[in-house]
C-alpha cells in the first residue's frame, strides 16, 4: 500500500509540472494606444481663485481669450496676468497623457513650463492652470473651457 501511495505522488507530482505551461505568446490582442488630446482651440476663462478664493466675478474675465492653435502657435488677447504677454510657440509634455503645457515666448530663448490638469467638467474638457504671475505669495487657479466654434 505504501508502494501505491509513494507511486500516485510521484505521477500526481509529474502531471503537476508539465501540465501548466505558461502561454508563451507576447503578442497582447486587447492592447489600445491612447489617443492624443487635442489641446488646440480657444479657452476662455470660466473661474478664477487668488489664495483659494473665488474672484470670478470681482472682475470681467470674460473677455480673456488664449488660443492655441493647430500649428503649434498660440496668442492671446484681452491679456490678464499669466505667465507669457506675448505670441509665441505652445507644446504639452506627452500628447496621450499632457501634463504640462510649454509656452516659449517669440523672441524669447526658454520656454515657460506649467502644470495644469485636463478634466471633463460636464461633459466637456477644461484646463485648470496653478500659476503666479508677478507676486509669489499670490497663487491663481485659472479654469478654462474650449469656445465651441
Not at 488630446?37 to 473677455?63: P, Y
Not at 500649428?71 to 499632457?98: C, M, R
Request: hydrophobic share 35%.
Amino acid at each position: 500500500m505504501k508502494h501505491i501511495t509513494r507511486l500516485f505522488l510521484a505521477v500526481a507530482a509529474v502531471a503537476l509540472a508539465t501540465s501548466c505551461s505558461t502561454f508563451s505568446d507576447d503578442s497582447n490582442p486587447y492592447e489600445v494606444s491612447e489617443s492624443a488630446k487635442n489641446l488646440s482651440g480657444t479657452w476662455k476663462l470660466q473661474t478664477v481663485t487668488r489664495n483659494g478664493i473665488d474672484i470670478t466675478k470681482s472682475m470681467d474675465f470674460t473677455r480673456f481669450q488664449l488660443q492655441l492653435k493647430d500649428d503649434g502657435t498660440y496668442s492671446i488677447q484681452n491679456y490678464l496676468p499669466f505667465v507669457v504677454s506675448g505670441e509665441g510657440k505652445w507644446a504639452v509634455n506627452d500628447p496621450q497623457h499632457p501634463m504640462q503645457l510649454s509656452f516659449q515666448e517669440n523672441g524669447t530663448s526658454e520656454a515657460v513650463n506649467l502644470g495644469f490638469s485636463y478634466p471633463v467638467v460636464n461633459g466637456q474638457r477644461s484646463i485648470s492652470i496653478t500659476l503666479s504671475p508677478g507676486c509669489h505669495s499670490n497663487v491663481y487657479v485659472y479654469t478654462l473651457y474650449r469656445e465651441t466654434e
